[in-house]
């Protein structure tokens, strides 16, 4: 099992920056590959980035591409999204998600695990 906690959200101006951090527990996540996503009031979840086991490769929805930044340090079992020039259309609880896979995965259906979430609000 992996236990995901993402940590690092908040209230955010427009053209702010947030850091936020997944710390995994339970077993290492350096086989899996890991992934954040998204749920804004009254939407489905959607796929934000994802990168690979080792850090190699990563991908990102095209609505955040050049703005966010996925990484990991599997020595710390964590991984990271960097968030620069937000939007008020970023705002959403953002979830980190788990799994065991050596390619990138994009489909939210083959997350095995789930954070809590982290609440990510852009506003003035």
């Known amino acids: 099992q992996v236990q995901l906690v993402e940590s690092g959200g908040g209230l955010v101006q427009p053209g702010g920056s947030l850091r936020l951090s997944c710390a995994a527990s339970g077993r290492s996540i350096g086989s899996y590959a890991m992934g954040w996503f998204r749920q804004a009031p009254g939407k489905e979840r959607e796929f934000v980035a994802v990168i690979n086991w080792i850090g190699a490769n990563t991908y990102y929805a095209e609505s955040v591409k050049g703005r966010f930044t996925i990484s990991r340090d599997n020595a710390k079992n964590t991984v990271y999204l960097q968030m620069n020039s937000l939007k008020p259309e970023d705002t959403a609880v953002y979830y980190c998600?788990?799994?065991?896979?050596?390619?990138?995965?994009?489909?939210?259906?083959?997350?095995?695990?789930w954070g809590q979430g982290t609440q990510v609000t852009v506003s003035s």
């Open positions: 998600a788990a799994v065991l896979s050596y390619q990138l995965r994009v489909d939210i259906n083959f997350y095995n695990y």
